[in-house]
């Protein structure tokens, strides 16, 4: 048996019928780190192989004595870098916080130690999660296994490079703006988003306004994905705003399997393509994507039908630069409040702060306005249709040394982020987004 080749659920119940000890799979995934990790780099702060065996060990003794934490008893798991862990390094891939090792785990970390997981380290990301495109000062640039030359995406590159390579059996991430999707459709795996409020962010400077990131699940199969959704979800009081409950039918792999189970045929699929050629595309996304949907009419019984929502995207993207300005500033100003510490940060994350400084109360309340239009617009499609489709990414990998692509076909980006638009409609209405993989086969 390759333990690497397990899904997650798998590995879970080999582990728990003690076909494998925590103390192979712990050795089986570092081995593989030893041999892919040099070339992608996408797990950095790696901790000390004799001390992770050593707790692989404990989790052995545990179940010797019927006693398990949860699905995840024994599994090794590394954490996006903008996710505090306890006793180890947080440098958000900036070289301001390069040194940082937090005395406390975030929400999600805390949840995801409960349900059994032995958190080996970290994995890489863009700096301060910025531009999805994973490379920093601190740990440099995390590469795309399937052409070492390209970008493997971002912000949660170097997670989606562990899945992809086996490095990790199932990988957490966060989302901004296509941060759990875009590096998953550039690494074929899945990257799901959930809803806002789903996965509270805890703790956190403000859990009011800052309702457009959150983080969320990553895996290999759907069915990983979902048992590491209801691992990380579940109403918290720390943060006012997160929804009600938890996923109690992703409790046990056994419950996500019977979950899963439902039929998708007559599933009305509402296809946004480019949005009537609104966004910029290179050639070949929409046919790609044109071609996956034909597929899964066929294979699953679905119709799909194309459509757009009824707001200007152009406008819902102005409201979109508002709310991200004066967010991401408020985030990242106090960090940099000398020539000194600009210096440390990336031209990119300066250019947000900036423009954040220059945001006004009225220009916030409109955004905020056009937003809520822009919500009743787009769920208004709901009424027609089960589920809406986008494409993940409006550009195919590019080159690594790049920082960002500076146009698509004709048009010129006027941002840095500005070739990730199509992330931002899910992001804005709160919604709950996957991507699934296309292109990397027939189907």
């Not at 890489?124 to 030359?149: I, M």
């Not at 490095?167 to 296509?178: E, Q």
């Amino acid at each position: 048996m390759d333990i690497t080749e397990l899904s997650a659920a798998q590995l879970s119940d080999s582990i728990h019928i003690r076909d494998v000890s925590c103390r192979e799979v712990m050795a089986a995934y570092l081995d593989r780190i030893d041999e892919r990790n040099p070339a992608v780099n996408a797990i950095v702060s790696l901790r000390d192989r004799d001390a992770l065996l050593a707790e692989a060990a404990a989790c052995d003794d545990e179940l010797v004595g019927n006693t398990s934490r949860g699905w995840m008893h024994g599994m090794p798991q590394a954490i996006k870098d903008l996710s505090e862990t306890k006793g180890l390094r947080t440098t958000m891939g900036s070289r301001l916080l390069e040194h940082f090792v937090p005395d406390f785990d975030c929400l999600m970390v805390a949840r995801m130690k409960a349900a059994g997981c032995i958190v080996i380290g970290k994995t890489n990301v863009p700096e301060f999660g910025l531009g999805s495109h994973t490379f920093n000062d601190v740990f440099g640039t995390t590469r795309n296994p399937f052409d070492l030359t390209r970008t493997a995406g971002g912000s949660s590159g170097g997670a989606a490079v562990a899945l992809a390579t086996h490095m990790l059996p199932v990988a957490d991430g966060s989302d901004y703006m296509g941060s759990l999707r875009n590096p998953a459709a550039w690494n074929n795996v899945f990257g799901f988003r959930p809803s806002q409020g789903r996965v509270p962010g805890w703790p956190e400077r403000d859990n009011y306004l800052a309702q457009l990131g959150t983080e969320g699940p990553m895996g290999r199969t759907v069915l990983d994905v979902a048992m590491l959704l209801g691992t990380q979800a579940g109403y918290h009081p720390g943060a006012p705003l997160s929804l009600a409950g938890r996923l109690d039918e992703f409790a046990t792999v056994d419950q996500a399997r019977a979950a899963l189970a439902h039929q998708p045929a007559g599933t009305r699929v509402g296809w946004l393509g480019d949005l009537d050629g609104y966004l910029a595309m290179e050639p070949g996304i929409i046919d790609r994507c044109d071609a996956a949907l034909r597929s899964m009419e066929a294979a699953l019984g679905c119709t799909v039908e194309p459509t757009t929502f009824d707001m200007s995207p152009a406008r819902v993207w102005e409201a979109w630069l508002i709310w991200r300005y004066f967010l991401v500033s408020a985030n990242l100003a106090p960090m940099v409040t000398s020539p000194a510490r600009r210096e440390l940060m990336k031209p990119e994350a300066l250019w947000e702060v900036d423009r954040g400084l220059q945001v006004t109360g009225p220009q916030i309340t409109r955004a905020a306005a056009e937003r809520t239009s822009f919500y009743s617009s787009i769920t208004a499609l709901f009424d027609r249709f089960d589920v809406l489709v986008l494409p993940t990414a409006q550009v195919w990998p590019f080159d690594a040394a790049e920082r960002w692509p500076r146009r698509i076909g004709e048009r010129e980006m006027d941002t840095y982020h500005r070739w990730m638009e199509v992330t931002s409609y899910a992001t804005f209405a709160g919604l709950p987004a996957i991507s699934v993989p296309a292109g990397f086969d027939d189907r």
